[in-house]
């Protein structure tokens, strides 16, 4: 059962772009939507995250916009840059415990 | 200071043999989890640990693998009777406390390749 569904599975972007990748989840449980970026043979890394009482959080070019009722929230990465390269996983958690449950991942390429 | 190390970095081992991988967590982390990361699943949960006990094993996919902490700080990833679906990047992460709000700092990961 997939809890977290995440697309695109990958995104090509220009310099100077927007990057928007997209998640929905399924248990009304969870509390806390972190998005991790992962570059190759490096593991994830936390970017932003947001709890569910908010509807949006940006933190520089980086925004997460979240729909309680939908179930779904997304990031959108603004004026997207070369370094921005790399692959972005969605997840979502309990605040008991707080394993990650992740999304499939989606690949970003942006091109200069 | 030093992020979360694991080792070995890369492993090859034939199927039927056991591993064994380890995780040292940033001092002072008191949670440490382990996942999965392969093709076609994903990035799987594993197990988590708060100190020295491990209060979710879930995700563990068999009773091949085990794993443990001692004092507080190393872990011990350990797969029995290796499988080739059992190849796949084994990420630990470490965190000040327990708790999903509490920020989740990744190793580098250990490559398994079972063949």
């Known amino acids: 059962q997939q809890q977290v569904k995440q697309s695109p599975q990958s995104l090509i972007v220009q310099k100077g772009g927007i990057s928007i990748i997209n998640c929905a989840y399924e248990n009304t449980a969870f509390d806390y939507f972190p998005w991790y970026q992962q570059f190759p043979g490096k593991g994830p890394a936390l970017l932003i995250a947001?709890?569910?009482?908010?509807s949006e959080k940006k933190e520089g070019r980086f925004t997460i916009s979240f729909n309680k009722s939908a179930k779904q929230f997304s990031l959108h990465i603004m004026d997207s840059q070369p370094g921005d390269s790399a692959t972005y996983f969605c997840?979502?958690?309990?605040?008991?415990?707080?394993?990650?449950?992740f999304g499939q991942g989606t690949e970003l390429s942006v091109k200069p | 200071g030093a992020g979360v190390s694991q080792s070995p970095s890369n492993k090859v081992t034939e199927k039927g043999k056991d591993v064994e991988l380890r995780c040292d967590p940033i001092s002072g982390h008191t949670a440490l989890y382990w996942y999965r990361q392969s093709l076609g699943q994903g990035l799987e949960f594993l197990i988590y640990f708060q100190g020295n006990s491990a209060p979710d094993k879930s995700g563990l996919p068999s009773d091949r693998f085990s794993a443990e902490r001692t004092g507080g700080s190393v872990s011990t990833l350990t797969i029995q009777r290796t499988q080739q679906e059992d190849s796949a990047v084994y990420l630990c992460?470490?965190?000040?406390?327990?708790?999903?709000?509490?920020?989740?700092?990744f190793g580098p990961g250990t490559r398994l390749l079972v063949l």
């Open positions: 992460a470490s965190s000040p406390a327990l708790g999903g709000r509490t920020t989740q700092y």
């Open positions: 997840a979502a958690t309990y605040n008991q415990g707080g394993k990650l449950i």
């Open positions: 947001i709890r569910p009482d908010v």
